[in-house]
T-cell receptor, first 111, second 116 residues
Framework: DGGITQSPKYLFRKEGQNVTLSCEQN?????MYWYRQDPGQGLRLIYY???????QKGDIAEGYSVSREKKESFPLTVTSAQKNPTAFYLC??????????FGPGTRLTVL | GEDVEQSLFLSVREGDSSVINCTYT??????LYWYKQEPGAGLQLLTY?????DMKQDQRLTVLLNKKDKHLSLRIADTQTGDSAIYFC????????????????FGTGTLLAVQP
């Protein structure tokens, strides 16, 4: 059963903590993406990776970090430097057609 | 610059047709997409159209593209209560040298409310 999984579904963070959101895909896609969604807004690109061991900043990378050690996995760390981290985080991947397919999302809340 | 605009809200009765509109600014866009998002869920790809096409039909969905006016629309025939969701339009702009990017520019989404 191919697809994109994200975990956890809900995540709570205290002020000053780093947290890592997981994204895994078994679609054999080369490219993976992280987006942030705020209420009433479209999606904004945080980071993307077109190939293993390589990634680029998106439009709102400050306060976030990523790694791409395996093709299947693209974890996102929300650091304490991110001033307003409460949001819905969506991971996506794309293959040869460049069409992006999305995971179910992780809702992060800062307490 | 790159910008995608959508109206915020559309209300229709069950069984009627829905038309969700989108305007974009990058005339060199390669693909244009429609995604559906149900409450608390990720985005589901509904359909897409290549920029050299002007229409695409897929069961109850019809996409119309007017490149001259940079206008994209999604028509849902026989709208059902299960179609209630937020619908996002997105484009993939071209790079300066003409190559395609895999960066998606999203609109703010249109909330479709279907009344029984």
């Amino acid at each position: 059963d191919g697809g994109i999984t994200q975990s956890p579904k809900y995540l709570f963070r205290k002020e000053g903590q780093n947290v890592t959101l997981s994204c895994e895909q078994n679609l054999n896609h080369d490219a993976m993406y992280w987006y942030r969604q705020d209420p009433g807004q479209g999606l904004r690109l945080i980071y993307y990776s077109q190939i293993v061991n390589d990634f680029q900043k998106g439009d709102i990378a400050e306060g976030y970090s990523v790694s791409r050690e395996k093709k299947e996995s693209f974890p996102l760390t929300v650091t304490s430097a991110q001033k307003n981290p409460t949001a819905f985080y969506l991971c996506a991947s794309s293959g040869d057609t460049d069409t992006q397919y999305f995971g179910p999302g992780t809702r992060l809340t800062v307490l | 610059g790159e910008d995608v605009e959508q109206s915020l809200f559309l209300s229709v009765r069950e069984g009627d047709s829905s038309v969700i509109n989108c305007t974009y600014t990058d005339s060199s866009s390669t693909y244009l997409y429609w995604y559906k998002q149900e409450p608390g869920a990720g985005l589901q790809l509904l359909t897409y159209i290549f920029s050299n096409m002007d229409m695409k039909q897929d069961q109850r969905l019809t996409v119309l593209l007017n490149k001259k006016d940079k206008h994209l629309s999604l028509r849902i025939a026989d709208t059902q209560t299960g179609d209630s969701a937020i619908y996002f339009c997105a484009e993939t702009p071209r790079l300066n040298y003409g190559g395609a990017t895999n960066k998606l520019i999203f609109g703010t989404g249109t909330l479709l409310a279907v009344q029984p």
